[in-house]
């Protein structure tokens, strides 16, 4: 498939990651009009389209440049060894690749795998690592539900990704060890773009910035009396100085501003205590600083 003028964006087809990366893209302004059983969808607004395709051909496909960004996993980028640039970590689909053991081994640490069968669909980070370690191990290559394998006597530990680890528990296993963490990340091909493509790829990441900062912050709103504005002031950790309005009572005032929403909960009290009513506090849509 050859590339055209049209900036080409490569995305999970139907996975974990799906959803959450046509949300982003949304979020962004991108407008598109249906995705399902499609491969390739033009936007309706942007000078741009994306190629649905399974995770793991995101990172070559943009390498070779027949795409010009991914939204993938940096656990496949890495597995696969895609030589592109990492514009932007996303925040979402974390993860980790972990090496378990059943609980039934007495298996205490990876250190003790030498000489042992380990089942992956990483074959190329779990390597890396049992190189890194020293050990020499046998790595056996699977492509799904790699924690029935030591069930099976396929293999004696595996390497696999864990979220909630509700399914290493369900299957005996125990983690060992942490050989990566792992989010979505936006990439980009390492081939030189033509000039509108690398501007509409800018424009994006400027957008993005603002959507992860937005989702991170809240826009705050409350009520004092006026002579309590300046300890409010000192206790809110403000992006910005706070907007301050009049009410109709004449000894009081309205404050609004925007925090971040981990410090909202830590002050919320010590508003209280400074003589803040009516606390409101609201999501933001995008936010540029
Ligand atoms: O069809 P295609 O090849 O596109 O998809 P896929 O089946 O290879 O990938 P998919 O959709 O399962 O995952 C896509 C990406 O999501 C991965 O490459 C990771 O970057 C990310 N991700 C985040 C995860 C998980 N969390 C995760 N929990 N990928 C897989 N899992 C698996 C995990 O291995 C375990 O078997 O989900 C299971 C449940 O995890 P627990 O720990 O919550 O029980
Ligand atoms: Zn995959």
Redesign the pocket.
Known sequence: MENTDTLRIAI??????TDKTIQLLENIGLKFDGYKNRLLVKSLNFDVELLLI???DIPEYVQDGICDLGVV?A??TLETAARVEVLRDLDF???RLSIAAPVSSNTGSAHELNGKRIATSYPVLTKKYFDEIGLDVSIIKISGAV?ITPRLDVADAIC?????????KTNGLKELETILR?Q?QLIRTNKPLPKHKQELINKFLVRIEGQQLAEKSRYIMMNAPKNALDKITEIIPSLNSPTVLPLANPEMIAIHTVIPIAEFWEVMEELKDAGATGIVMLPIQNMIN
């Open positions: 999970q087809k139907s996975g974990r990651l399974r995770d793991d996993g656990n496949v689909g974390h993860c924690e696999d990704l864990v979220s909630t680890g509700s399914t290493l792992s979505s």
